[in-house]
């Protein structure tokens, strides 16, 4: 299938620094990219939608300010969190939606961003 | 997307059948099954979809029940690699720019 890629994988950093996380789809254009977190023993909740040349969408009680996402081009959308708190450590995981190509219309996850602040 | 249901977790013996359920009784006519699953620390593999009739593909076996209410997904040798959290998930078609709303899955444990 189609291979969606993480950077970093893992991440640790002081309390009140910014983390960047790249999402990358390898084989495939993504006009369309989700960001969900995960906090231990829970499942996935959707950060925000992800749009190629326009302004992320947000859910609802997601800062914008905080979570800056930026989606410059049809492979590649980043997540900036930041002055990072410890309450933000969590699993960060990025999906993209196939345009092109083999699985077009399909969803296709990363392998995740864990980040540890301290 | 319809809500679904799924038991929180399951057992099953190494080289038997795992056999998944969940229900989605709120299903609406244009949307698909979808099967993810989720090794820990890992992000969610894609396992397989169907709309109305059963599919299957070299991962595993998906069985839709005729009012669609239902379905079940199955692995049909589990080995201890398949040890994961399955999610069910009701969303519309795959051309739809919508995301997944994930539940709270099935913690699958292949035992040895």
């Known amino acids: ?118 | 997307d319809a809500k679904t249901t799924q038991p929180p977790s399951m057992d099953c013996a190494e080289g038997r059948a795992a056999n998944l359920p969940c229900n989605h009784s709120t299903i609406s006519g244009n949307e698909y099954v979808y099967w993810y699953r989720q090794i820990h620390s890992q992000g969610p593999q894609y396992i397989i979809h169907g709309l109305k009739n059963n599919e299957t593909n070299e991962m595993a076996s998906l069985i839709i029940t005729e009012d669609r209410k239902s379905s079940t997904l199955i692995l049909p040798h589990a080995t201890l690699r398949d040890t994961a959290v399955y999610y069910c998930i009701v969303r519309v078609s795959s051309g739809s720019a919508r995301q997944l709303t994930f539940g709270s899955g099935t913690q699958l444990t292949v035992l040895p």
Request: aromatic share 10%; hydrophobic share 35%; glycine share 8%.
């Open chain 1, 1 to 118: 299938g189609a291979v969606v890629s993480q950077h970093p994988s893992w991440v640790i950093c002081k309390s009140g620094t910014s983390v960047k996380i790249e999402c990358r789809s390898l084989d495939f254009q993504a006009t369309t990219m989700f960001w969900y977190r995960q906090f231990p023993k829970q499942s996935l909740m959707l950060m925000a939608t992800s749009n190629e040349g326009s302004k992320a969408t947000y859910e609802q009680g997601v800062e914008k300010d905080k979570f800056l996402i930026n989606h410059a081009s049809l492979t590649l959308s980043t997540l900036t969190v930041t002055s990072a708190h410890p309450e933000d450590s969590s699993f960060y995981i990025c999906s993209a939606r196939a345009t092109s190509g083999r699985g077009t219309g399909e969803l296709f996850f990363g392998e995740g961003s864990r980040l540890t602040v301290l």
